[in-house]
């Protein structure tokens, strides 16, 4: 199956400072997905972005499907943009099957 | 509900006692997501229903697990002779599209904390 692989493993930043959180992945992809998991546990759906370049407030994100590789940026970091963040990608002929990264571990100090 | 519900929220099991986790997907979600999420990993695969039917139950570990929906709304994940290693937090997930991830906004629940000792 496709691996999903993250980096870093673990950031720690100061409040205002940006960011750039990195996914490979190892197969072509039709399904790319970020999530936000909060020190409570729950998963938080942040973009769909299987190519291209979507923003969000001060969150944006890339995939460069022929190499193989996405990026989060969080500019302007905020100290409720700690948690862990995951990337999860499938394959177009097995859609339900989404595999995970092992996530990055952001803190962001005050 | 506004959004997918899991209960119990923590679960302390003696090793070879049977538990059930619950899963109440968001109102209308036809696909509904079992994963698995061990300490400092990311969520692992479990099984996947469309409606009552599962379609893959690829990612279950082992015989011991076993996933329904009955009705096409809640789920429920048992798990039968807990060992140790099923410690792990038990997330479930529910999306409007009917073919899986595609291109709709995932929800998952807060997830089912289980303990094995």
């Known amino acids: 199956g496709i691996q999903v692989e993250q980096s870093p493993p673990d950031l720690i930043l100061q409040e205002g400072a940006n960011s750039t959180l990195r996914c490979n992945f190892s197969d072509s992809v039709n399904n790319l997905q970020w999530f936000h998991q909060n020190p409570w546990g729950q998963l938080i759906n942040l973009f769909y972005i299987p190519s291209g370049t979507k923003q969000n407030g001060r969150l944006s994100a890339t995939t460069v499907a022929t190499e193989r590789y996405s990026l989060l940026y969080i500019s302007s970091s905020q100290t409720t943009d700690s948690g862990v963040y995951f990337c999860a990608a499938s394959y177009e002929y097995n859609n339900n099957d989404m595999r995970f990264g092992a996530g990055t571990r952001l803190t962001v100090k005050p | 509900g506004a959004g997918v519900s899991q209960s119990p929220r923590y679960k302390v099991a003696k090793r070879g006692q049977d538990v059930a986790l619950r899963c109440d997907p968001i109102s209308g979600h036809v696909s509904l997501f079992w994963y698995q999420q061990a300490l400092g990993q990311g969520p692992e695969f479990l099984t996947y229903?469309?409606?009552?039917?599962?379609?893959?139950k690829s990612g279950l570990p082992s015989d011991r697990f076993f996933a329904e929906r009955p009705e096409g709304s809640v789920s429920t994940l048992k798990i039968q002779r807990t060992q140790q290693e099923d410690s792990a937090v038990y997330l479930c997930?529910?999306?409007?599209?009917?073919?899986?991830?595609?291109?709709?906004?995932?929800?998952f629940g807060e997830g089912s904390w289980l303990t094995v000792v």
């Open positions: 229903f469309q409606n009552e039917a599962q379609l893959d």
């Open positions: 997930a529910s999306s409007l599209a009917r073919l899986g991830w595609d291109r709709n906004t995932i929800y």
